[in-house]
């Protein structure tokens, strides 16, 4: 009877501690897409004509390098679509689909933002 006992401690040691973990991992990938949306809200205005507000939608992807993927609309028209992804090793917005007109200066290079 003893030996169950100290099995199932252990079986809810572990448990608890898998659900610890977790929860740390989802508050660090909550704290990565604020940042990623501060950067891309910047980038987006730094490099892109006629975008007076941003707005992000509730979902991001993490991909396996470990960026973190935005998805939104800006100017309040949900029709004017853009994603990014942030990377967060190199502080800067690496890929993007935006559908607007780019700055001139911005074209050649991403301007700095």
């Known amino acids: 009877m003893k030996k169950y006992l100290i099995i199932l ?20 990938e909550i704290e990565e897409f604020k940042t990623a949306k501060i950067h891309m809200e910047k980038f987006l205005k730094a490099n892109y004509e006629g975008i007076d507000s941003v707005q992000f939608e509730d979902r991001y992807e993490i991909d396996p390098m470990g960026g973190v993927q935005v998805f939104g609309y ?16 190199n502080n800067k917005i690496m890929s993007h689909s935006v559908d607007a007109v780019m700055k001139k200066e911005c074209r050649d290079k991403d301007c700095e933002y």
């Open 9 to 28: 401690a252990l079986v809810i040691i572990a448990v608890g501690g898998f659900i610890v973990k977790n929860n740390a991992q989802h508050n660090e």
């Open 74 to 89: 800006y100017n309040q028209d949900k029709t004017n679509k853009f994603d990014g992804i942030y990377d967060p090793t």
